[in-house]
């Protein structure tokens, strides 16, 4: 065995952008709600802003093509169109809690794909999550509402992939999956934008989504998943699923099903559980199987 844990500084600082970023991606589901485009205007547009944005923090660096950077920047475009269509079609809350199988779906992947270890607890937490992911299907669901919880659920293994791939990147840079990524957005999402005509308060909220809510939040996780394992960028922005459905109750008064809100709480008391077991039962979160 061989240890890749990363000097403690820049690990806690990695953590502190983690927890920075969950926040600023906590009000994607409350201002996608509130701009009137379909969604693959909204997530195409939102790419467009954001790009300049990015390419300010991106000025000097290369992109390489590797595959890596590729699968990154395939798993970022399918995340942010996935995800506002689910937004889109079913509660925000719905859409961000079963968004957040990824980390179960990290844990699947992080031991074949990145050589970080893939204990017995990670295979239970998947178990119980799956189990609460069926609750969310038990609640009265308009046609939309059904396919939303499925494509949120898509965005979930598209967020997991990408977070892989980013990891894959620490020791190149993750950043140029994220600007592929949104470079690819608006390439694929291109004939569904400009129409119709915009409010004033929809392109308000449309540049809040691209500078803050996407282009800061990936410049501070672009640098974090680099001093920290795949795993961890995706537990530490756990703060998101929270803030997500709070910030669209009290702005847009949308309640989720009851029984979307107990398989919420089994989703994440089964990753929080988990993220507990990955303290207290394993004292080496940072080592690597050896080659």
Request: net charge positive; glycine share 10%; aromatic share 14%.
């Given at each position: 065995m061989t240890s890749d844990a990363?000097?403690?500084?820049?690990?806690?600082?990695?953590?502190l952008y983690l927890v920075a970023t969950a926040v600023l991606w906590s009000f994607g589901g409350v201002l996608i709600k509130w701009v009137s485009w379909n969604p693959l205007a909204i997530a195409g547009t939102r790419s467009l802003i954001a790009l300049p944005f990015l390419l300010f923090f991106f000025p000097k660096r290369r992109i390489t093509g590797s595959a890596s950077q590729i699968g990154g920047a395939a798993g970022?475009?399918?995340?942010?169109?996935?995800?506002?269509?689910?937004?889109?079609?079913?509660?925000?809350?719905?859409?961000?809690?079963?968004?957040?199988?990824?980390p179960l779906f990290?844990?699947?992947?992080?031991?074949?794909?990145?050589?970080e270890r893939v204990r017995?607890?990670?295979?239970?937490?998947?178990?119980?999550?799956?189990?609460?992911?069926?609750?969310?299907?038990?609640?009265?669901?308009?046609?939309?509402?059904?396919?939303?919880?499925?494509?949120?659920?898509?965005?979930?293994?598209?967020?997991?992939?990408?977070?892989?791939?980013?990891?894959?990147?620490?020791?190149g840079d993750p950043l140029a999956s994220v600007v592929l990524g949104n470079a690819l957005t608006v390439l694929l999402c291109f004939p569904f934008m400009f129409h119709p005509p915009l409010r004033v308060s929809d392109w308000t909220g449309l540049v809040?989504?691209?500078?803050?809510?996407?282009?800061?939040?990936?410049v501070l996780y672009a640098e974090a998943i680099?001093?920290?394992?795949?795993l961890e960028g995706i537990l530490v922005p756990m703060i998101e699923p929270v803030l997500n459905p709070v910030w669209v109750f009290l702005l847009l008064d949308e309640h989720p099903g009851r029984f979307a809100l107990i398989g919420g709480a089994v989703v994440m008391a089964a990753i929080m559980a988990r993220s507990v077991a990955y303290i207290f039962l394993d004292r080496s979160p940072g080592r690597v199987n050896s080659p």
């Open positions: 990363p000097p403690s500084r820049e690990r806690s600082r990695a953590v970022y475009a399918a995340t942010v169109i996935l995800f506002v269509s689910a937004t889109k079609l079913t509660t925000a809350a719905n859409a961000i809690l079963l968004q957040y199988m990824a990290v844990a699947a992947g992080s031991g074949f794909f990145l050589g017995w607890f990670d295979w239970l937490s998947i178990l119980i999550a799956c189990g609460g992911m069926t609750l969310f299907f038990m609640d009265k669901l308009a046609a939309g509402g059904y396919w939303g919880n499925v494509i949120a659920i898509l965005s979930g293994v598209a967020f997991a992939t990408m977070i892989l791939f980013l990891r894959k990147e620490k020791d809040l989504l691209g500078i803050f809510q996407i282009g800061l939040s990936y680099k001093h920290v394992t795949a």
